[in-house]
C-alpha cells in the first residue's frame, strides 16, 4: 500500500486551534478556576473584548493573588503549545503579573512571565513552549507580582492550543513500531499484525527527531541512530509513524502515518525483512517528501 495518514494528522495539517482552557473568557462566571492565594474574582464588566467579564487578581493583606485552572489540562509531553491572553494593570499604582505554567497548581513551572505594561490599557501576550519530556497535564497560573496589599492585575480571553502544526513538530519524539503483515486500510485502526520492533533515537526508550525539510523533503535527523531490538520473529510488513504519547488505539485524533516496508521501492527500505527476536533494527535513511503537485 501506499502512505497513509490518520484523519487525525489531516485534520491537525488542515487546522485545529482548539482552545483547551475552560471558561477563558469569564463570560458569566468564574467557573473553571480556583483562587489560590488574595482574592481572585471575576468581574461582571467589559473585558478585553466586547466580552463581559474579565479575572481580578487583588493582593489582600500580604498575599499575592493568584488563582488557577480548577483541573488539569490534557497535553501531550515534548509538545509545542501557545498561550495567549490579554493582560492589565488597571492603575498606576498597579504591579505588573505574572503567569506561569506547570503540572502543578501554582508551581514546577514549564514557562515564568512577569510583565511590566502601561497600566490602563489591555495588552495581549503570546507565549509558545514546550512541555517537559514526561510531561501529561498542565496548571496555568495567573497572579500579581507582589505582597504588597491592593496591587492588582486583570486577565480575560485565556487561550491554549497545540502549536505543533508541522510534520517536524507533530513527529517530535515519536517513534516507528514495525509490524508483521498487511497494512491496515486506515492508520485510525488499531494495527494488525505482530509487532515486531519500535524504532527510537537511542535505541531504548528516547523519541525521534527531524532535521529542517529541504527542497520539499523531510528527513531523520542525521545526528540520531534510530534503531530498536526486536521483541518477536517474523517477516517485516508494514510501519507506523506515531506521534508521542500515541497508545495505539482505535482513534480519528491521533496523529499517525503509515506505510510499507520492503527491501526496495517501498515507503520505508531495510537490508531485510527477515526480523529475529533480539536482534537490532536500523533504519539508517528515512524520508517523507510533500509532493509538488
Known amino acids: 500500500m501506499a502512505l497513509t495518514l490518520s484523519t487525525g494528522l489531516r485534520n491537525k495539517l488542515l487546522g485545529i486551534n482548539t482552545n483547551l482552557v475552560t471558561n477563558g473568557d469569564f463570560g458569566t462566571d468564574f467557573s473553571g478556576w480556583t483562587q489560590l492565594t488574595g482574592t481572585t474574582q471575576r468581574v461582571a464588566a467589559t473585558g478585553a473584548t466586547s466580552a463581559a467579564g474579565y479575572a481580578e487578581c487583588l493582593n489582600a493583606g500580604a498575599a499575592s493573588a493568584k488563582f488557577s485552572n480548577a483541573t488539569a489540562i490534557t497535553v501531550r509531553s515534548n509538545r509545542l503549545y501557545k498561550l495567549s491572553y490579554y493582560y492589565q494593570k488597571p492603575t498606576s499604582s498597579g504591579v505588573a503579573g505574572m503567569v506561569s505554567a506547570g503540572a502543578t497548581s501554582g508551581g514546577s513551572e514549564v514557562i515564568s512571565v512577569i510583565h511590566n505594561d502601561t497600566a490602563g490599557s489591555w495588552v495581549k501576550k503570546e507565549y509558545t513552549f514546550r512541555t517537559g519530556a514526561s510531561q ?4 496555568l497560573t495567573f497572579q500579581t507580582n507582589t505582597t504588597v496589599a491592593s496591587d492588582q492585575c486583570w486577565f480575560d ?29 486506515l492508520p485510525d485502526s488499531v494495527p494488525s499484525g505482530t509487532l515486531l520492533c519500535t524504532i527510537y533515537s537511542d535505541g531504548t526508550s528516547a523519541g525521534l527527531s527531524f532535521d529542517d525539510a529541504a527542497s520539499g523533503v523531510l528527513s531523520k535527523a542525521t545526528a540520531e541512530t534510530w534503531s530498536g531490538t526486536a521483541v518477536a520473529t517474523a517477516t517485516a510488513g508494514w510501519f507506523r509513524l506515531m506521534a508521542t504519547g500515541d497508545d495505539g488505539a482505535s482513534s480519528t485524533t491521533e496523529e499517525r502515518i503509515d506505510g510499507a516496508v520492503a527491501t526496495s521501492g517501498s515507503q520505508l527500505n531495510m537490508s531485510s525483512t527477515s526480523i529475529t527476536s533480539g536482534a537490532v533494527q536500523t533504519i539508517s535513511t528515512f524520508t517523507i517528501t510533500m509532493p509538488s503537485q
Open 136 to 139: 501529561t497535564a498542565l496548571y
Open 157 to 185: 480571553e485565556i487561550r491554549l492550543v497545540d502549536a505543533a502544526c508541522s510534520l517536524q513538530e507533530i513527529f517530535y519524539k515519536g517513534f516507528i513500531q514495525i509490524y508483521s503483515g498487511a497494512q491496515p486500510a
